[in-house]
């Protein structure tokens, strides 16, 4: 897949979605218990809208054809029941890609929640999401009123150029994932804004917080640290972000 920085993210998300999803079938490429949230059962995806400089998983995003091990809703679920079961773990998750690229990913999503939660009642699923398909498809937030479900909405930048450089999407796409978070907390579904506050100065990360409030967002800002693998800052000094 051949791409030209800044890219259209919603046009990348079509071709991603029609390469990793066949039918109800997501591509995964391992399931695995996390020490994150202190023990989380996950399933590694492949795929994403975006291109984000510092994604541990870039490579594997950049070009997720290469991947050919599909499963079904009832078999991910089965995979991630498993581990939780062996690990003591009541907390779930898709990672290393983003669950939600299109319909077809998301109703994949819906279905493994369905399941999860009728197998283990005290689940909660963490969703980590971009929150792009969600602000582009305002319709769709109130099918995911799950009592388990957690929505973690990963902002890529602070405002509209340092997304830009983040994700390698074009710029007016930055607002989406604040217009995915006013939606769900219409809809009464818990969400939280998170940002990989390392990359930012003080001064930006509070005036990232005031665009939040005059979105009618009343959640607060989560700050996560980088992981600097050799090739995430390879990435990030191309993008200079660094």
């Not at 009592?147 to 796409?173: H, I, W």
């Not at 978070?181 to 219409?186: A, D, F, G, P, Y």
Request: aromatic share 12%; charged share 25%; glycine share 8%.
């Amino acid at each position: 897949m051949e791409l030209k920085f800044p890219f259209d993210p919603l046009e990348r998300a079509e071709e991603v979605e029609s390469q990793v999803m066949k039918g109800n079938q997501r591509l995964y490429y391992r399931f695995r218990g996390a020490r994150y949230y202190g023990g989380i059962a996950t399933a590694d995806a492949v795929g994403c809208s975006f291109l984000c400089a510092y994604c541990w998983n870039y490579y594997r995003n950049l070009n997720p054809a290469r991947f050919h091990n599909f499963y079904s809703p009832h078999q991910g679920a089965s995979k991630l029941l498993d581990i939780a079961r062996k690990k003591s773990y009541r907390l779930f998750r898709i990672s290393g890609a983003e669950p939600l690229i299109g319909e077809s990913s998301f109703s994949h999503l819906l279905e493994v929640l369905k399941i999860i939660g009728r197998k283990q009642p005290r689940a909660l699923f963490i969703l980590e999401t971009n929150g792009l398909f969600l602000g582009t498809r305002p319709d769709l937030v109130a099918q995911m009123n799950y009592t388990q479900l957690r929505v973690r909405v990963c902002l890529k930048g602070v405002d509209e150029e340092s997304f830009q450089r983040v994700t390698g999407a074009r710029k007016e796409y930055f607002s989406y994932p604040l217009e995915a978070l006013r939606e769900m907390e219409k809809q009464n579904i818990e969400a939280w804004p998170a940002l990989m506050g390392d990359l930012f100065t003080m001064e930006q990360i509070h005036g990232l917080e005031q665009k939040i409030k005059d979105f009618g967002i009343h959640s607060s800002l989560e700050l996560e640290g980088l992981e600097p693998y050799p090739f995430v800052i390879k990435n990030m000094k191309k993008r200079k972000l660094i």
